[in-house]
Nanobody, 121 residues
Framework: QVQLVESGGGLVQPGGSLRLSCAASGSIFSINAMNWYRQAPGNQRELVAHITSGGSTDYADSVKGRFTISRDNAENTVYLQMNSLKPEDTAVYFC???????????????WGQGTQVTVSS
């Protein structure tokens, strides 16, 4: 059974920083892309950052230059460094991973449970 567990959320003042982590565990053969999404109250879930297994990245325009996604393939972990945080970054942040549990299995997307990020003075 595969689990993704996020950590690192919390309350931070505008202009501050947070680092989110998402660790995948369980029966994992390989992980392809990993992503961070966020969902604010009343809004749809939106893609924030994307990273391939080779380390190529992409970002939503709203976070470019402020957020950095990275991953540790040996630890099956993806990170999101968030700097210069704004009140509009307030949301529940979710990670997901496109992975295989065995060499013969198809790829599935697994989601974490989410971690709350609140940016407020």
């Amino acid at each position: 059974q595969v689990q993704l567990v996020e950590s690192g959320g919390g309350l931070v003042q505008p202009g501050g920083s947070l680092r989110l982590s998402c660790a995948a565990s369980g029966s994992i053969f390989s992980i392809n892309a990993m992503n961070w999404y966020r969902q604010a109250p009343g809004n749809q879930r939106e893609l924030v950052a994307h990273i391939t297994s080779g380390g190529s990245t992409d970002y939503a325009d709203s976070v470019k230059g402020r957020f950095t996604i990275s991953r540790d393939n040996a630890e099956n972990t993806v990170y999101l460094q968030m700097n210069s945080l704004k009140p509009e970054d307030t949301a529940v942040y979710f990670c997901n991973a496109n992975l295989r549990v065995s060499v013969l299995s198809p790829r599935y997307v697994y989601w974490g449970q989410g971690t709350q990020v609140t940016v407020s003075s």
